[in-house]
Every structure is written in C-alpha cells, then in structure tokens.
Nanobody, 124 residues
C-alpha cells in the first residue's frame, strides 16, 4: 500500500529557511519521479520541483535559485529545502509520486499518489 507523508511545515519570518520532508512507503523512492507542489489560498495547485529516478531535478523557473530538492534513498525520503522565504511562498505544500519514473514535469495529472500536505506560512 502506497503512502506519501509530508512534514516540516510551519510558520517562519521572511528571509528564513525551511526544509520539508516527504517520506514514502509501499514503493522504492528512486524507482519513480517525485514531485513537490503547492497551493496558496484561492489559487491553483502549482508545481514547485520534481526529481526523477536518476536523481535529476527540475524546478519552477522563478524558484530555482531558492529551492533545492534532494533525497535520501535509504530513508525513502525526499526533501525540499527552501531559502529566503517570502510571504508569496505561503501555501500548503504537497508531495506526490508520479506514474512515471523518468519524466519529471509539472503536470499534476501524471501524479497518482499524494500526501495530505503541510502548511508553510511566511509572515512578519
């Protein structure tokens, strides 16, 4: 049975850093593409980053200088490090497993298992 669980969200101030974790079970992390998405209030869910089976990562263009995705295969956990956070980064962040193993893209329809989300709030 596949499970995807995010953790690490919280309330931070502008300029702070935060690292989210995505721990999976029921499959091997590096056999599939894993994606991070976020959804701000009143907005569509958008892709933030993804990493394919080979460990190659893609990022939303406007975030690639501040966000870094990584993984620990032994722990079946993916991470999203977020630096220099701004109030515009406030959202619920979701981790998801793609039905693909090598394609790493922003299409939500390609992701078949989702976590429950973790709230990130950036405010002074």
């Amino acid at each position: 049975q596949v499970h995807v669980v995010e953790s690490g969200g919280g309330s931070v101030q502008p300029g702070d850093s935060l690292t989210l974790s995505c721990t999976v079970s029921g499959f091997t992390l590096n056999y599939y593409t894993i994606g991070w998405f976020r959804q701000a209030p009143g907005k569509e869910r958008e892709a933030v980053a993804c990493m394919n089976n080979r460990g190659n990562a893609n990022y939303k263009n406007s975030l690639k200088d501040r966000f870094t995705m990584s993984r620990d295969v032994a722990k079946n956990t993916a991470f999203l490090q977020m630096n220099n956070l701004t109030p515009e980064d406030t959202a619920v962040y979701y981790c998801a497993r793609s039905s693909h193993y090598s394609r790493c893209g922003p299409n939500k329809d390609e992701y078949d298992y989702w976590g429950q989300g973790t709230q990130v709030t950036v405010s002074s």
